[in-house]
């Protein structure tokens, strides 16, 4: 009879003998936190993100200059228009209306316009330091905002103190109107208190303070409150201008606007 060996001599199967190893060498499985740990990869920055905050670092800091320069223009500016106030004490040229005559005004039943005036513009010059330097002047005339002739006067220069007197040809040949001016216009040429006249004249000038002058600035000279008739012969009939009143505007252009 074999003598029994106990405990039994069978060999284990691989759990059994995985288990016992591991609990005789006192480790435990690993947990699944364990194993998502060791598969998840290191995070390691991007070298991209670093430019991208560079380029924001350097444009906002172009901004801040930027900014810094413009109001630090802006302030030269206003210092050196100050000086020059308070050197200069600079006013604007001044325009009065010395005389006009209509020559002949007429409309035809083709609705075109004729019509000739001559004008007399006093010019001002009320600074005591500095003179004006004028572009050629363009010259409408105006009833009831219908332009009924047009001239121009020669660029001229006007000194300190100096009064200019400025003559002008206005005529008009030939020109179509539309019939809601034909009417209008028909109808203020047959009243006896006269038709209202305004004149408008744009140029350019600049400012000559000794040997320095200015850039050129574009002005509009507006003179209102103008009566005349239409001569009954011959001889030219004279405008009442004791009442007009004339105004001096600065216009400034930015692209297609005018301000």
């Not at 500016?77 to 009065?96: C, D, K, M, N, W």
Request: glycine share 6%; proline share 5%.
């Amino acid at each position: 009879m074999a003598d029994r060996v106990y405990p039994s001599s069978k060999p284990a199967t691989n759990g059994t003998t995985a288990a016992t190893a591991n609990t005789t060498n006192g480790a435990f499985p690993a947990t699944k936190a364990q194993l998502y740990g060791a598969t998840r990869p290191a995070y390691r920055p991007q070298p991209h993100n670093r430019r991208r905050q560079h380029s924001r670092s350097c444009c906002c800091s172009c901004c801040i200059w930027l900014t810094f320069f413009l109001l630090l223009l802006i302030l030269l500016v206003a210092i050196a228009g100050a000086i020059v106030y308070v050197l200069y004490r600079p006013h604007r040229p001044t325009f009065s209306v010395s005389n006009l005559k209509v020559s002949y005004l007429n409309v035809t039943s083709s609705s075109t316009i004729n019509s000739k005036f001559d004008l007399n513009i006093t010019a001002k010059n009320p600074n005591k330091k500095l003179g004006y330097i004028y572009d050629t002047i363009t010259v409408s005339l105006l009833s009831n905002d219908i332009d009924i002739g047009d001239s121009t006067i020669p660029a001229f220069e006007q000194g300190k103190k100096d009064t200019t007197l400025l003559k002008a040809d206005i005529t008009n040949t030939g020109k179509t109107l539309d019939s809601g001016s034909v009417s209008t216009l028909k109808t203020d040429l047959k009243s006896k208190s006269g038709f209202p006249l305004k004149i408008e004249m744009d140029t350019k000038v600049k400012a000559k303070m000794g040997g320095f002058k200015t850039p050129k600035v574009g002005i509009r000279v507006t003179c209102d409150g103008i009566t005349a008739t239409v001569p009954t012969g011959k001889t030219a009939a004279t405008a009442s201008t004791s009442a007009s009143k004339c105004k001096v505007d600065i216009r400034i252009k930015i692209w297609k606007w005018t301000f």
